[in-house]
């Protein structure tokens, strides 16, 4: 009797993570730090099965050179370091600036298992400092035009081992679409497919976490609202 309750309770526990999966899997939820702090706004074009279009209109980031590492985790720790002395003010204005969301992490991915991709790892520019961001050494201002994004969102901490199967998810669920076909022409010319990582959460925070992964494309406005 105890081996028969024991296993229906061993039963209800796979069902009931196996719940918790699915609903990580499709996660659709407004950041909770981006109603303390500042995140860049969008409009949402389209919401499919395990993902979302957005449109984001013309954000400022300042950036990173490129990482190169064979760790997302690592390179992404070593940018964000880098990116809070900047808002700490360590820039040529010795301005403090607010911290804002997500942190974002673009990969060009290696070709190989054991080579080091490239990593550009940004923070989003509050929207009182757009206009004059404070520059600093061995940082660059991205200023992106409308861009319009697929998106996935999952939670947790970011892993590395994550990342990839969290990327083929979204092409996976992306594929037959119109943004499909988008992604496709807007980078028919890279050799390898280009993502962001997009993490809303402090290290410090332990529930509640928001993580992103974006997938570029040019798209004409009449397709976007078809």
Not at 92 to 114: C, H, L, N, R, W
Not at 152 to 169: E, H, M, P, T
Not at 182 to 192: F, L, P, S
Request: proline content about 6%.
């Amino acid at each position: 009797m105890a081996a028969a309750a024991l296993k229906l309770f061993g039963l209800s526990l796979l069902v009931n993570l196996l719940k918790l999966q699915e609903h990580q899997d499709h996660l659709k939820v407004f950041p909770p730090s981006c109603t303390r702090i500042q995140c860049p706004g969008y409009d949402v074009l389209h919401s499919g099965d395990g993902y979302e279009i957005r449109r984001y209109s013309s954000p400022v980031w300042m950036s990173t050179s490129p990482i190169q590492d064979i760790s997302l985790v690592e390179a992404t720790r070593a940018g964000f370091l880098q990116l809070f002395d900047y808002i700490q003010g360590k820039n040529d204005y010795s301005a403090k600036i607010e911290m804002t969301a997500p942190v974002i992490t673009q990969v060009s991915p290696s070709d190989g298992p054991f080579c080091t991709s490239s990593f550009l790892v940004s923070f989003y520019v509050p929207k009182e400092n757009q206009a004059d961001p404070p520059p600093a050494k061995g940082l660059h201002l991205q200023r992106w035009n409308t861009t319009y994004v697929a998106v996935r969102q999952f939670s947790g901490f970011v892993q590395d081992s994550d990342v990839g199967q969290q990327a083929a998810a979204l092409e996976s669920s992306l594929s037959g679409t119109i943004w499909a076909k988008a992604i496709r022409k807007t980078h028919a010319t890279d050799t390898t497919l280009i993502y962001t990582v997009a993490q809303y959460n402090s290290p410090f925070e332990f529930s509640d976490r928001v993580n992103e992964i974006w997938m570029s494309f040019d798209i004409d406005d009449a397709d976007a609202a078809a």
